[in-house]
């Protein structure tokens, strides 16, 4: 992923409502990201997967969850941020809870009784990744919690949604409810659409209605396609920027393109790293793109900034920042 943008077309940059220029994570203002708690087992697999044999793979046991690993790697480039989610009353949650409040994420995280804390295997070979999910707790997160996290939080500029709260129908009406209360704030909002199976489940038109006018709406290129279809990247975001504000699609190793309504057309191509797991690469993306744009950053630099995180990511096995 690149260290540098390339902007083309007509418009200008765009400036988000928040003060000021400057490094990631200057004069953004508190982000709420709201969504998964989960326990991630990575398998990074040595050889090809022998169904029904075995397969020698590196194994560790980490923190991740769409939006728990965004928190972090928020906080990492030091902008306030609250986690809003669900773990169960168990010892995965209370470690899940106690890792990100050491990485330095402030946690409106509910503990829910008689329920375990989700939990994800992720099978990773090359630049793939195959996720077995149990979302446990994940489930319970309701309204409420979201409504309490807000009031709490009376420095709150920006709401970031895991796009997996809305594919649940159990937890759909909580990420429904962020969204209008967020937007009713005055703060701005994005979502991660988060994965493309359970995104073809729901219906492109479903979850368009779900995000209709959110700032910023951020797509793979699976995801893309199931939501306008098998387009070009730039045909891609600027379909989608009918129900987004802004739209970026990203392409993994072929980098990533921003698309906005005013006809801004931004392009960001991959930095090549060595991968070892790509597991939360796009979550860390998310928190690059995030903080620069925050902080009034164009297109062509969050995408840089973001391409930054996206290939730290991959480097290293699991979701989280290293260290």
Known sequence: MSQRGE?????????PPAAGRGEAGAGT????????????????LAATLAAGSDTPAAIRFTGGGQAANTASWLAA????VTLVGAVGDDDAGRDRVAELTAAGVDCAVDRIGGCATGTVIVLAAGDERTMITERGANVRLRPGHVDAALAATPDAAHLHLSGYTLLDADSRPAGLRALAAARERGLTTSVDAASAAPLRAAGAAA?????????????NTDEATVLAGGLDPAAQGRALVASARRVVVKRGGAGATWVDRDGTVAASPARRVAVVDVTGAGDAFAAGLLAAWLAGSSPDVALARAADL??????????????
């Open 207 to 219: 979850f368009l209605s779900w995000v209709r006018e959110v700032d910023l709406l951020l797509v």
């Open 77 to 80: 480039q030091g902008v306030p």
């Open 7 to 15: 902007q083309t077309g007509a418009g200008g940059t765009v400036t």
């Open 29 to 44: 203002g508190r982000v709420l990201v709201v969504g998964d708690v989960i326990t991630d087992v990575v398998a990074v």
């Open 310 to 323: 996206g290939a730290a990511a991959v480097s290293q096995i699991g979701a989280r920042p290293a260290g």
